[in-house]
């Protein structure tokens, strides 16, 4: 059996982990106080409430730089090197694409039909050399939580459609003689994924775009990765559909067991905007057995930083924390054995609210990317900065069903 060797960790990495497993410790400790306190006074001190959210703070913030730099390492430059490095590295086209797309850039000038850039005359601008491309497509992948769990498909065509077998084939047993009946045939829907457009301006200075020593494909790269990745990851939640992706938390939700073909499960948590007071941990793992056994094994969490708060505070019936640290650096928090995935446009909790979802989401959630990202450089509008008008057809929504499951925070 080949051995897979994970790449060693960088220091600041390394003690971003100390810091949460021991931000943890404290934290256990200080819960655990106060867990005793309830159950002796039916009440905690307010102190040692105040304690308790501080070094939850504390565990949170340190998870989050742990998160950052874990991030910033998956992040690739350009020319392929590590993002301390990517200002001094070469971009991997040269030649006279480079030239011409490097010419357009800092000047308007220098593109032709040759230099194989070919213009958008939809939309104005011209479709950025493929490189150019695939670079932001990975910056994406690794700033938007939601493109790091989910399908990743990229078409030609601005709408993608799907066909899906809604009840499944029909099979049966025979005998090795006997006649084979005609089975009824599979129920077939077509999903459909239209493609929204996503822009950004990012703005320079004419005396940055200037400077030969900046690496301009890299610069663009970059500033649309921030704009883009905010954008799209709200659509993928919440989004409605129309001009956007459409989000998971936007189709019909109904009880767990009793959905259709084109709405999701929910399970209960047990009280009007919380966790039930007894045993909320009960909920939590309704959730985890909500979909099939073939969602489980690739399954995760998915919730914001305050419901992670919330949860981090819990325990199983033995007494252990279900919130767990990552056990070494690039690994997720895992929550009853599951890795939790922190997307801040997830809803807090609140009477009705969506707030923990539960499931396959690659499985279940598929993004769609239209090939060809555009700019469209424009010194005019905002002198004396150039804005580069970029943009990108993205499309999204759910392709299976059952694969995810959601908490709804209201009482039976």
């Known amino acids: 059996m080949k051995e897979t060797k994970q790449a060693p960790a960088s220091p600041e990495a390394t003690a971003a982990l100390h810091a949460v497993m021991a931000a943890f410790e404290g934290f256990k400790e200080a819960n655990d106080q106060r867990l005793d306190e309830i159950e002796k006074k039916a009440s905690a001190d307010v102190l040692l409430e105040e304690k308790v959210a501080r070094i939850d703070r504390a565990v949170a913030s340190a998870q989050g730089r742990l998160e950052r730099l874990a991030s910033e390492g998956r992040r690739p430059?350009?020319?392929g090197a590590s993002p301390s490095t990517a200002s001094r590295s070469p971009s991997p086209f040269h030649g006279e694409e480079k030239?011409?797309?490097?010419?357009?850039?800092?000047?308007?000038?220098?593109l032709e039909v040759k230099s194989g850039l070919s213009s958008a005359a939809d939309s104005g601008g011209y479709v950025v050399p493929p490189q150019t491309e695939?670079?932001?497509?990975?910056?994406?992948?690794?700033g938007s939580p939601m493109r790091e769990i989910a399908t990743v498909r990229t078409v030609a065509a601005g709408v993608y459609r799907k066909p899906v077998s809604v009840d499944g084939v029909a099979s049966g047993w025979v005998a090795e003689t006997a006649p084979r009946p005609e089975t009824d045939p599979a129920m077939l829907k077509l999903l459909e994924f239209p493609a929204g457009e996503l822009y950004a301006s990012p703005a320079a200075t004419q005396t940055l775009l200037d400077d030969a020593l900046l690496d301009l494909d890299e610069w663009l790269a970059a500033e649309v990765e921030d704009a883009f990745a905010a954008q799209e990851t709200e659509a993928f939640v919440r989004g409605d559909g129309v001009n956007?992706?459409?989000?998971?938390?936007?189709?019909?939700?109904?009880?767990?067991?009793?959905?259709a073909w084109g709405e999701i499960g929910e399970v209960l948590s047990g009280a009007d905007g919380g966790f039930a007071v007894e045993?909320?941990?009960?909920?939590?793992?309704?959730?985890?057995?909500a979909p099939k056994a073939q969602y489980r094994p690739n399954a995760r969490f998915v919730m914001n930083r305050g419901?992670?708060?919330?949860?981090?505070k819990f325990k199983d019936?033995?007494?252990?924390?279900?919130?767990?640290?990552?056990?070494?650096?690039?690994?997720?928090?895992?929550?009853?054995?599951?890795?939790?995935?922190?997307?801040?446009?997830?809803?807090?909790?609140?009477?009705?609210?969506?707030?923990?979802?539960f499931g396959d989401f690659q499985r279940g959630y598929l993004i769609v990317d239209r090939a060809g990202v555009r700019v469209l450089r424009d010194p005019f509008s905002a002198k004396p900065y150039v804005l580069f008008y970029t943009t990108?057809?993205?499309?999204?929504?759910?392709?299976?069903?059952?694969?995810?499951?959601?908490?709804?925070?209201?009482?039976?």
């Open 77 to 79: 430059a350009l020319g």
């Open 99 to 110: 030239s011409a797309f490097d010419s357009y850039l800092r000047a308007g000038v220098g």
């Open 134 to 142: 695939r670079a932001i497509e990975r910056r994406l992948m690794a």
């Open 244 to 259: 956007k992706p459409r989000g998971f938390l936007d189709y019909p939700t109904v009880t767990d067991g009793t959905q």
């Open 279 to 289: 045993d909320p941990t009960d909920r939590l793992i309704d959730l985890v057995y």
């Open 307 to 312: 419901v992670v708060s919330a949860v981090r």
């Open 317 to 357: 019936s033995d007494g252990a924390y279900i919130w767990l640290p990552p056990g070494r650096a690039g690994d997720t928090p895992t929550l009853l054995g599951y890795p939790v995935t922190e997307i801040e446009t997830m809803p807090a909790m609140a009477s009705g609210s969506l707030s923990i979802a």
């Open 392 to 412: 990108k057809r993205v499309g999204g929504g759910v392709q299976d069903f059952d694969a995810i499951k959601v908490m709804r925070f209201g009482a039976a």
